[in-house]
């Protein structure tokens, strides 16, 4: 049974920084983590992705750039997202969700999904 758990949100102030991780297990197929966010009355979305099973490319939208990485431990099960100038959009819950299939960025493709965390950024 494949489990995806989450930790390291909370609240700080624009230009402001955390890191996320994700602790994933039960793993048996390819290994495709990505972190999607939600705010509150918008859609879900895709923010990083890192698909071990093409050689750990990276994959990330245009709104992040420059702003978040990602990362991967030596295991390929934990998956870390570091997100630096925090603005207040960047605010919602943060998911990380497995699966190869699909667009990278599309919630409607991942297999499994872990329960969120929160990120709120005041301005």
């Known amino acids: 049974q494949v489990q995806l758990v989450e930790s390291g949100g909370g609240s700080v102030q624009a230009g402001g920084s955390l890191r996320l991780s994700c602790v994933s297990s039960?793993?048996?197929?390819?290994?495709?983590l990505g972190w999607f966010r939600q705010a509150p009355g918008k859609e879900r979305e895709g923010v990083e992705a890192?698909?071990?099973?093409?050689?750990?490319?990276?994959y990330y939208a245009d709104s992040v750039k420059g702003r978040f990485a990602i990362s991967q431990d030596n295991d390929h099960n934990i998956v870390h997202l570091h997100m630096n100038n925090l603005k207040a959009e960047d605010t919602g819950t943060y998911y990380c969700?497995?699966?190869?299939?699909?667009?990278?960025?599309?919630?409607?493709?991942?297999?499994?999904w872990g329960q969120g965390t929160q990120v709120t950024v005041s301005s």
């Open positions: 890192i698909y071990t099973a093409r050689g750990s490319q990276t």
């Open positions: 969700a497995q699966g190869c299939a699909g667009k990278w960025y599309d919630p409607g493709t991942r297999d499994y």
């Open positions: 039960g793993i048996i197929s390819e290994i495709c």
